[in-house]
């Protein structure tokens, strides 16, 4: 890989490889089809140009390929859709513990995310870096530029600095997926198999950003106006470190929440999106069930950001009549802190917050405006991370303890994680146990996944978990509940080279979750199956059994019910998604959870004239009795089940 003074560029990031420096670098290509996964070679060339500065790294690639069949759609930031892209892959750490991607699609879409061993994708991190996109003859080029104080660089000598690239083409119209090297999903490795690259002379300077910002908010109703003075600060004191600082923050400018009406028992898990407790993120990440959700409601996770900010304790005093908007609004922050570094195999963390006390104004039985007051918490987290990476394989062992303070709430969490990767990524374990003290109240709990990848194509995965009834992660955590016991098995085979298909995928999932008292309160087995054929018609088929149960949640208090067993069958065939129309018909076959079966079937069209234009139809027709909202007999604590029955 070539390197350059950033003094002597003149370069401009417009998608055109006009520049004389892409002159200067010769091209390598090597791509091969992953998606599917056959590994044959690609139909057209791929010409990727890499070099770095000071600075940054520069990527440069020409794709060629017909320009009448070029596909471009815009869509909002981290929006999968068949079209043509472009990603590139860095592995910052250069022995596949950590690394990030950045795609851009033509039209200049971006997708980014962050990367930890072997393949656990983050798609919650958005990285200050850039890139362009240009149609020319013979296709389309892009130009990206990732600056390296985006990145957490180890320490290393001056003149040999490694470090891993990774590139990547999707081809809209052949719905196809390419890659150098060719790193397909169904293989065991992926980010420690990055083609390698020694750097010289990168020691990025300290570098120091900050974001200040004056609002004023003025309040009709109340003839109060409010004014803000505040700055978000960034500095990287050495290439492995980094810290930052959010004082007085206001979060106006992140995208808002999507609208969910719930009606489970289970809270519904919202991702973080405001930029200053994603940056550094994946040093808190404990397992894999932190970025993915294992059954109904979201992921397992010590630490949910969101939680700082949230609506705050109040105590609302019988008589007082407050707005539930109130109530529930997010509290303001006076400030936050995190540092997040490495120090040889070993990556720490430490996240501090504070919020402001919130004031709201209730009426009391006089109909006289009263105040109510409630004091801010305060957060603080710790991380540490051991890793070892050699012939051996990869193995880490990290501790990390989270504590929230408040006159009300007085709340601790500890856990212990461990990870293991065999030599070739052929056996994957991750296990945590967790212990939380909640107000004097302590609970216990662990995880554990236990992943055999034979071959390419072949995986079989074992979870088991163990949460008992004091467990209490929410107070700065997510868990979907507690009470839990599960052991679940998945297998997945992909099959690429079946006569007359281009892709074969088979599903079955076996799950079993049990509560304290020994009853079931989910269980079945699914098996699903999916064809995409040579015309990228797709065809999707799945069985499904829910095994009888018992429901402990969604009484509310008014005791547990019996749920009867039943079966549900879906299938959905979709027609070529790169095309401008695209066409799709649904079958759902199920039940209510007590009551009669129903249908539901469904028929839809998409079109996509331009890049920038999309239009949805959909036409549902449901076939049902009736909507089981209540059912009077309730299991009482008195009540006798045999095998999750009442007797």
Do not use: C
């Not at 088979?506 to 008292?517: D, E, L, Y």
């Amino acid at each position: 890989m070539a390197r350059f003074e950033e003094s002597n560029l003149q370069f401009e990031l417009d998608g055109n490889l006009s520049e004389s420096v892409w002159q200067q670098i010769t091209p390598y290509d090597g791509m091969r089809v992953i998606t599917p996964d056959t590994l044959a070679e690609s139909e057209y060339t791929t010409e990727t140009r890499i070099f770095y500065t000071e600075r940054g790294i520069y990527v440069g690639v020409m794709n060629h390929q017909p320009t009448d069949s070029l596909v471009a759609r815009m869509t909002p930031r981290d929006t999968r859709l068949e079209r043509d892209g472009f990603v590139v892959g860095i592995d910052a750490s250069g022995d596949g513990r950590y690394g990030y991607f950045m795609r851009v699609n033509l039209g200049d879409s971006k997708t980014d995310g962050t990367i930890l061993a072997e393949k656990q994708l983050n798609m919650q991190w958005d990285g200050p870096w850039d890139a362009r996109t240009a149609v020319v003859d013979g296709g389309w080029s892009a130009e990206f530029f990732m600056p390296w104080s985006m990145m957490a660089l180890p320490q290393a000598a001056a003149d040999n600095r490694p470090i891993g690239v990774y590139t990547e083409r999707q081809v809209g119209h052949l719905n196809e997926t390419w890659s150098s090297p060719p790193l397909p999903s169904t293989a065991n490795e992926y980010i420690s198999s990055f083609r390698r690259f020694n750097l010289q002379d990168i020691e990025p300077r300290r570098q120091i950003t900050y974001y200040p910002y004056v609002s004023a908010t003025h309040d009709a109703v109340r003839d109060d106006t409010e004014m803000r003075v505040g700055a978000e600060i960034f500095w990287r004191p050495s290439t492995n470190t980094q810290l930052s600082a959010s004082l007085n923050p206001d979060f106006g400018n992140v995208e808002s929440d999507d609208v969910v009406v719930n009606l489970t028992a289970y809270e519904v898990f919202f991702p973080e999106k405001r930029a200053f407790f994603l940056e550094g993120q994946d040093v808190f990440s404990t397992s894999p069930r932190n970025v993915s959700a294992r059954g109904p409601g979201g992921p397992t996770t010590m630490l949910n950001t969101r939680r700082i900010g949230s609506s705050a304790v109040f105590d609302v005093p019988d008589g007082i009549s407050t707005l539930a908007t109130d109530l529930s609004a997010p509290s303001d922050l006076l400030g936050a802190a995190k540092l997040t570094g490495q120090n040889g195999n070993l990556r720490y963390g430490t996240l501090v917050a504070m919020e402001d006390d919130m004031e709201i104004r209730g009426i009391d039985a006089n109909g006289e405006s009263v105040a109510l007051q409630a004091t801010g918490r305060d957060f603080l987290v710790g991380r540490l991370l051991y890793e070892d990476a050699s012939s051996a394989g990869r193995r880490s062992i990290g501790w990390m303890g989270t504590d929230v303070s408040h006159p009300d709430v007085d709340a601790s969490v500890n856990g212990i994680d461990v990870h293991y990767f065999s030599p070739n990524a052929q056996w994957i374990f991750d296990g945590q146990v967790m212990q939380s003290d909640v107000n004097g109240v302590t609970g216990n709990g662990a995880i554990a996944d236990l992943i055999y990848l034979p071959q390419r194509g072949r995986m079989h995965r074992v979870a088991a978990g163990y949460h008992d009834d004091k467990l209490d992660l929410n107070t700065l955590g997510f868990l979907t509940r507690n009470d839990l016991m599960h052991l679940d098995y998945n297998y997945v085979r992909d099959e690429s080279n079946v006569p007359g298909l281009r892709t074969r995928n088979t599903s079955i999932f076996w799950f079993n979750q049990w509560n304290s008292n020994d009853d079931f309160v989910r269980q079945g087995v699914f098996g699903t199956r999916e064809y995409t054929f040579l015309n990228n018609h797709t065809y999707m088929a799945s069985l499904r059994y829910y095994h009888r149960r018992v429901d402990d949640r969604l009484g509310r208090g008014s005791g547990d019910f019996h749920v009867p067993g039943r079966w549900q069958f879906v299938t959905e065939w979709e027609s070529n998604p790169s095309q401008e129309l695209v066409y799709r018909l649904k079958l759902d076959a199920d039940s209510e959870v007590l009551g009669e079966a129903w249908t539901k079937s469904l028929a839809g069209v998409s079109y996509r004239p331009v890049d920038n234009f999309s239009f949805n139809a959909d036409i549902e027709y449901t076939d049902r009795e009736g909507l089981m909202v209540y059912r009077g007999m309730a299991i009482t604590p008195n009540t006798k089940l045999r095998n999750g029955r009442p007797s």
